[in-house]
C-alpha cells in the first residue's frame, strides 16, 4: 500500500497563508492603482507608438490606465472638455483655435513634431487640378481640414472651388479614395508603399507645404493640472518611457501594430511608417514641447480664416508636468 503523506494543519494554513497573503498584496496593488482615461485616434500602421505606454508602462507609474479611441482630433477635444477624458493625444490646431476662445485646454507634451500626411489624388498632377474636385479631410477643425485649407491658400485657390468630404478616419478616407468615391484624399504616408498599385499619385506632402506644422500633441485641461498634478506627471512619464521603448524596440512595436490593426505579416505598411518616422525623427519620445511650431499653426489658422486675430499659445502650455514627469523617471 503506498504510504500517504500527511500534512500538519499549521503547515496547511501556513501555506494558505501565504497565498492569501500574496492575494491581498496584489487587490492591494491594484486598488492604489488611479484611473487616468486617455483618448487616441484610431488605430492605424503607427498604433504601435501610441498605445505601447498600455503595455505595463502606465501600471509602472501607479496609473490604470483606460484607453478611449475616436475618429477625428475634434471628437477627442470635446471629450477632454466633457470631462471624459483625462487627456488624450491629438492635433494642437483645432485646440489652439479652442483655447484662443477661452477653453480650457493644456498642452503638456508633444509626440510627433513633424507630420506624415499626404494628399494621395486620382489622375491630378497639380494642386491646380484639385478644383472642382471632392477631397476627402475630416471635420472641420480637424488636421486634414487644416491641412487642405493650407495648401489651398498657398495655391490661390478658393475653399469653396473644392468640394471638402468630411469621411471618418486616414482609412476611411484611403478606402474611399480607392472606391473612386472622392478625387484625392488626406492620409498618413504609411500609404506610400501600397498606392501605386491601386493607380494613386502623389499630389503633395504636408511636411513640404506645412513644415513646422506639429503632428500630434498630449493635451489635458488646467482644471485637471491643478487638481491631479502629480498622476498627469506619472502618466507623462508612462509615455516618455513608452516611446522610448518603442522607438528603440522595431519588432516589438510593428508587431503591437499587427495586433491592434489585424494588418498581415507582410502588410508594408506599419513598417514603412516606423522606418520614415525614426530616420526623419518625426517622433520625439521625450515628448518635448515645441513652442515656435505651435506659434507656426497659430500664424496658419490666422492665414486660413480660421483664427481672427493672433494667439499667445503660451498660454496654453504647461511645462511643469514634464518637468516633473523627467524627474519620475532619474529615480
Known sequence: MARVKWISSARIFAILGVGLLTTVIQSATAAELKIWRHG??????????????????????????????FKADTQLLQALLAGELDSFEGSPGNDIMAAA????????????PRLPHIILA??????QDIKDKTVAVGPIGSLPDLLVRILLKQNNIPVNA???????????????LVAHVVDAAVVSNEFMPVMEKEGLSLLAAAHDFAPDFARLCLQSTGKILTTRPEEAAHFVA????????????????LALTRKLTHEKE??????????????????????????????????????TGNLSKRFDVNKMVDVSIREKALKLLEN
Open 162 to 176: 473644392v468640394h471638402l468630404a468630411s469621411i471618418g478616419n486616414d482609412v476611411d478616407r484611403y478606402k474611399a
Open 266 to 303: 507582410d502588410d508594408p505598411r506599419p513598417a514603412y511608417i516606423f522606418d520614415w518616422a525614426v530616420k526623419t525623427h518625426s517622433l520625439d519620445p521625450e515628448v518635448g514641447i515645441p513652442v515656435d511650431k505651435l506659434d507656426y499653426i497659430q500664424r496658419q489658422l490666422v492665414a
Open 122 to 127: 486620382h489622375g491630378l498632377t497639380s494642386v
Open 238 to 253: 508612462a509615455e516618455i518611457a513608452s516611446l522610448r521603448y518603442a522607438i528603440s524596440h522595431r519588432n516589438e512595436t
Open 40 to 69: 487616441v485616434l484610431d488605430a492605424k500602421g503607427d498604433a504601435g507608438f501610441s498605445y505601447m505606454i498600455d503595455q505595463g508602462f502606465a501600471e509602472k507609474q501607479g496609473l490604470k490606465l483606460k484607453i478611449f479611441s
Open 101 to 112: 476662445r477661452g477653453a480650457d485646454v493644456k498642452i503638456i507634451g508633444c509626440t510627433w
